[in-house]
């Protein structure tokens, strides 16, 4: 098993056809496909479905790619840390952010690390808190933002921020910051709430059963993006963090107020692993991240956001 075969593995994966693979990777198609049967011969398994919408991995074959995807990334990285230009730092790092905050984080960070260390190739990660933390168990992810976890002997969790949850409806319903609204008087009202199992969503319930108050659902998902065009449509309102909405806010297409009795709040950390060393990509990442989270927070462009040490 060669690194000219797994790339071989990985292309016909990904493109589907072992022709389009050979131009990609400037080979002969004859080429790829004898690379692809020699991993098959060694292994002694079928790592690909030859059909006639085109090769598809088999259930061997998924997970070989997998692996081999991991194992190119790893190399990838390792050229990037030995080959530095000097003084520089350099490397691939893959952060996560958590949808709510792309919106608010991505562009900034993206911006500061281009000019300030050019040598950093950075990738970036979106998805809801449990997908992210999955991805960064399974070594997907170097760093990312999470929330309401804890340290754990896998991952160290440094608390940067605490917000309070809102509620958010069409305009014509006025809602305001400077009102808070009882959870009784949301849960009354038809709900696009995110779907059982989501963080959020077990914030919600918890708060439900504070307040004693029966929700009546209007339709879950598990996109904020849908929860907020399907408000704006009126089909019921929904509970999102500020920083989701702020923009539709300042905007006028959403209302939104804090939510009161009780008050919801969600902390959010910066995770990383404790295993193996980590290196200088990644340390400048970690640290430009939490600051522009505290810069976003001591600006007020964070809606109803405090740091995490002041509790």
Request: proline share 7%; with cysteine; charged share 20%.
């Amino acid at each position: 098993m060669d690194l000219k075969q797994l790339k071989a593995l990985v292309t016909v994966a990904e493109v589907g056809s072992v022709t389009r693979a050979a131009e990609l990777l400037h080979l002969v198609q004859p080429a790829v496909t004898r690379q692809i049967r020699a991993l098959e011969d060694e292994l002694g398994v079928a790592l690909f479905e030859r059909t006639r919408q085109g090769m598809r991995p088999t259930e061997a074959g998924t997970v070989m790619v997998e692996r081999a995807r991991r194992a190119l990334d790893e190399l990838e990285r390792a050229r990037a840390e030995v080959q530095p230009a000097p003084g520089a730092v350099t490397g691939i790092v893959t952060a996560g952010l958590l949808e709510s905050t792309a919106d608010l984080l991505a562009e900034p960070l993206v911006s500061t690390l281009a000019e300030e260390h050019p040598g950093v190739e950075l990738r970036l990660m979106t998805g809801y808190s449990g997908h992210l933390q999955r991805w960064l168990d399974d070594g997907d992810l170097d760093l990312t933002l999470l929330y309401n976890l804890d340290s754990t002997p896998s991952l160290h969790a440094r608390p940067l921020v605490r917000e309070r949850l809102w509620a958010v409806a069409p305009p014509a319903a006025g809602l305001s910051a400077d009102r808070p609204v009882p959870f009784a008087e949301v849960a009354a009202r038809p709900l696009v709430m995110p779907a059982s199992g989501h963080g959020l969503r077990a914030l919600i319930d918890a708060a439900a059963g504070r307040a004693r108050a029966a929700m009546e659902m209007a339709v879950q998902t598990n996109s904020m993006r849908v929860q907020k065009r399907l408000v704006l449509a009126g089909h019921g309102w929904t509970v999102l963090p500020g920083v989701g909405i702020a923009e539709d806010v300042a905007r006028g297409t959403l209302s939104a107020a804090p939510l009161c009795e009780p008050e919801v709040w969600r902390s959010i950390v910066l995770a990383t692993p404790r295993a193996g060393r980590t290196p200088p990509a990644v340390q400048v990442v970690a640290r430009e991240l939490v600051r522009q989270v505290e810069s976003a927070v001591g600006q007020g462009r964070w809606p109803s956001a405090r740091p995490a040490h002041t509790g």
